[in-house]
C-alpha cells in the first residue's frame, strides 16, 4: 500500500543509495498531498520549526504509476535539498532549475533509469491528460 510510511522508505531508500554523500542537518518530512495532475512534487523549508518538507501529488498512490516515476519524482526533490533549495546547505545556483542542473545531477548520481522511465511515462501521461480534458470539455 502507497501510504506515507511507504513514501517515507523511498525516500530513505533513494537517499542512502544516491545521496549517501549529503548530510541531513535539519528534519525533512515528506508525505502525499491532494491529487495535482500537473505538479507532481514541491519542497519548502518551514524557516520557523526549520524543517523540510516534500509534498508527492495523491495521483502517485496509485500503483498503475510505475515506482520509478514516484521515485523520479522524490529524487528531483532531493536534488534541490543538495543544491541548497528549502534545505540548510549552501546555495549552488541562483535559481532551482537553472540551465539544466537537476538532469545533470540526477546523471552524475547515477539515477538515468528513473530519468529514462518518468520520460517513457510523462509522453502518454500527456496524451491521455489532452483526452481527459477534452472530454471534459464536452
Ligand atoms: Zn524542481
Not at 524557516?47 to 508527492?56: E, H, L
Not at 495521483?59 to 519524482?73: A, C, G, N, R
Given at each position: 500500500?502507497?501510504?506515507?510510511?511507504?513514501?517515507?522508505?523511498?525516500?530513505?531508500?533513494?537517499?542512502?543509495?544516491?545521496?549517501?554523500?549529503?548530510?541531513?542537518?535539519?528534519?525533512?518530512?515528506?508525505?502525499?498531498?491532494?491529487?495535482?495532475?500537473?505538479?507532481?512534487?514541491?519542497i519548502?523549508l518551514?524557516?520557523?520549526?526549520?524543517?523540510?518538507?516534500?509534498?508527492?501529488?495523491?495521483?502517485?498512490?496509485?500503483?498503475?504509476?510505475?515506482?520509478?516515476?514516484?521515485?523520479?519524482?522524490?529524487?528531483?526533490?532531493?536534488?534541490?535539498?543538495?543544491?541548497?533549495?528549502s534545505?540548510?546547505?549552501?546555495?549552488?545556483?541562483?535559481?532551482?532549475?537553472?540551465?539544466?542542473?537537476?538532469?545533470?545531477?540526477?546523471?552524475?548520481?547515477?539515477?538515468?533509469?528513473?530519468?529514462?522511465?518518468?520520460?517513457?511515462?510523462?509522453?502518454?501521461?500527456?496524451?491521455?491528460?489532452?483526452?481527459?480534458?477534452?472530454?471534459?470539455?464536452?
Amino acid at each position: 500500500m502507497r501510504d506515507n510510511t511507504w513514501l517515507l522508505s523511498r525516500l530513505d531508500y533513494l537517499w542512502s543509495k544516491h545521496f549517501a554523500d549529503i548530510n541531513q542537518p535539519n528534519r525533512v518530512f515528506i508525505r502525499f498531498g491532494r491529487f495535482a495532475r500537473l505538479r507532481f512534487g514541491s519542497i519548502m523549508l518551514d524557516r520557523k520549526s526549520d524543517s523540510t518538507y516534500i509534498t508527492i501529488t495523491g495521483m502517485f498512490q496509485d500503483v498503475k504509476i510505475p515506482l520509478e516515476v514516484v521515485d523520479h519524482t522524490i529524487a528531483h526533490e532531493l536534488c534541490h535539498y543538495t543544491h541548497g533549495f528549502s534545505s540548510p546547505h549552501v546555495r549552488l545556483h541562483k535559481y532551482p532549475h537553472e540551465g539544466g542542473v537537476i538532469k545533470k545531477e540526477m546523471e552524475r548520481r547515477g539515477m538515468t533509469y528513473l530519468y529514462k522511465t518518468y520520460r517513457l511515462w510523462i509522453r502518454g501521461y500527456r496524451k491521455e491528460l489532452k483526452t481527459y480534458y477534452r472530454r471534459r470539455r464536452i
